[in-house]
């Protein structure tokens, strides 16, 4: 798996190419936005979701704990979609096969329905070093098409960029790449500014927005990292 590193000040974050990031100083694993149990949610109300995604997700999850033993895993909210279902009950079960871990969720928007487990601690808001791990970027609003705010994120956060860096999932970046002809094909994608990172969405069936945001983004392909534009 490929990796490449974006510094926040004198910390590191290394992106990896599942669409996970390392910050290797604290030993802490950083996923956002896998909706386990989005599929048997669409199953449940007669929407046809392929098989198969599921497994694919706890699979991921579990080659991306065993690349970083012993780490500090966060998700950066929406590890769940919603209702709990079969589906999400297998989270557990990992969870309950790696007790080297430590295992916080960032509580997301989809994160409404959860489970009392003894191995998941539920947070609001989680601090790592200099970064603040979030589930929403101050200021998003998708009915605005916003993805953040500089205004947001400094009243909240005054010190921002100085001694303060975010780090969050929610918005599931994305971007276009053009072929020949008119083809065009959405990848997940990193993306980051000198004081905000936003992970992809680590899940298998969660798609990819544009954000249309000056920045850099990191696309992903085949789980290679390709820097796109600045």
């Known amino acids: 798996m490929q990796r490449t590193e974006v510094r926040f000040g004198d910390t590191l974050l290394r992106l990896n190419g599942d669409g996970s990031a390392y910050m290797p100083e604290y030993n802490s694993l950083l996923i956002a ?3 386990l149990g989005k599929s048997g949610v669409f199953r449940k109300a007669g929407i046809p979701a392929p098989q ?6 706890i699979d991921q999850l579990a080659h991306a704990f065993a690349a970083h033993p012993a780490a500090t895993v966060i998700f950066l909210g929406d590890v769940f979609h919603g ?3 079969k589906e999400t009950q297998s989270l557990q079960l990992l969870l309950n096969a790696h007790p080297e871990h430590t295992f916080i969720l960032v509580k997301g928007n989809h ?4 489970p009392e487990w003894k191995q998941l601690t539920v947070v609001d808001q989680w601090q790592v070093g200099p970064l603040v791990c979030l589930h929403e970027p101050p200021g998003a609003d998708f009915d605005t098409d916003t993805p953040f705010t500089v205004a947001a994120a400094q009243q909240r956060f005054p010190t921002l960029a100085k001694d303060v860096f975010l780090v ?5 970046p994305g971007v276009a790449l053009r072929g020949k002809g008119r083809s065009r094909a959405r ?18 069936f969660t798609g990819q927005h544009p954000l249309k945001v000056p920045g850099t983004y990191y696309g992903i392909v085949d789980g290679t990292i390709t820097k796109l534009k600045e």
Do not use: M, R
């Not at 198969?52 to 997700?57: R, S």
């Not at 994160?111 to 959860?114: T, V």
């Open 187 to 204: 990848i997940k994608a990193f993306y980051s500014n000198p004081w905000l990172c936003v992970l992809p969405a680590f899940g298998t």
């Open 83 to 85: 209702l709990q279902n």
């Open 52 to 57: 198969g995604l599921h497994e694919k997700n």
């Open 168 to 172: 969050c999932g929610h918005l599931h």
């Open 111 to 114: 994160d409404f329905d959860l």
């Open 33 to 35: 936005d896998v909706h």
